[in-house]
């Protein structure tokens, strides 16, 4: 993965991807955890164009982010055409598993899976686990079982997880509810730690679910305050403003750094798999300077987009769709 450093930019600070034809950054890990040195490789969008493998994909968009340690993942969102689009149990289940693959009809992809796909363990089998917070999975692992797939409990697909005998991984003996959502030909193509959701949106939930996006960023509405207030903050990005000002939670607000702001990295606020709306979001973040609502991070040309993905594409930056 490259980053293209023009002069005083250091992009990484905007986890600013670079070429458009790279579309994700894969790492390889064990039991789903980063290891100390992995790879990374690149997948050009193109292929998964060519091979229509969730069928005809008519837009995309993606993130990379650095996780604490410095470890650069990617967040693709792929938008299919009417005919592609994912509305059934059916559709779901073809393109995403939550289940250990048989280990006797597919062997390889079977210890890929073990390997790469297995969350944790954590909760009482490691209370230790980086996902723990105050004693409880952050990710709410161990997962339930479920017979079969539920295209839309509470917005989002709840995924076939049949109870069947736990396998040997590593030192414990987990079973399907330890498994995080994975594409079959993505993890045996590439046997590397690859999460694939599938979001189905019905009638106006999209709408609703941007409407949502902008009313709870908190620290983004602190800083439409910030820049109402003081007319500094108004020449800095989004991500540039920890290095001018420090962010008072009790306060809600953000207030002027006092000296030796030089060393801060911004940290854009991390993108949710499951939630289109925050890639538009972080996207019009990352270049508009000065905004006091949301209503002006999506005002292009004047005009006052509809959502942020409109917003977006009024600016070029996505392709397709
Ligand atoms: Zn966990």
Known sequence: MAFIENGYLDLRRYNQPTFRTEIAAIFVGDNGEPPANRDISIYPVDDIMKRNLFGRVISYIYVIEFQKRGLPHAHNLLTLDTYSTIRTKDDI??????????????????????????HGPCGTLNTNSPCM???????????????????NINGYPMYQSMCTESVRVGRHYLDNRWVAPYNPWF????????????????????EEAAARAAT??????????????????????????????????????????QRGS?????????????????????????????????????TVYGIVCNTFKQACKMQGLFEGD
């Not at 403003?241 to 420090?246: F, G, L, N, R, S």
């Not at 709306?277 to 000065?290: I, S």
Request: with cysteine.
């Open 187 to 206: 993890s045996k193509n590439f046997n590397a730690h690859i999460n694939v959701e599938a979001i189905v949106y019905q009638g106006g939930q999209e």
């Open 216 to 257: 709870r960023q908190t620290t983004h509405t602190a800083w439409f305050e910030l820049n109402k207030n003081e007319q500094d903050s108004n020449n800095y990005l989004c991500s540039d403003i920890p290095h001018y000002y420090t962010f008072n939670k009790s306060a809600m607000k953000w207030q002027k750094r």
């Open 262 to 298: 030089e060393q801060v990295i911004g940290r854009m606020p991390l993108v949710n798999i499951r939630d289109p709306q925050m890639y538009y979001l972080r996207l019009l973040l990352l270049r508009n300077l000065g905004a006091v609502n949301f209503d002006d991070l999506k």
């Open 133 to 151: 917070r105050e004693g409880v999975c952050t990710k709410q692992y161990s997962k339930e079982f479920r017979e079969k797939t539920e295209e």
């Open 93 to 118: 289940d073809k393109h995403v598993s939550v289940e250990l693959p048989d280990p006797i009809a597919d062997p390889t992809l079977f210890q890929i899976i073990t390997r790469c796909m297995i």
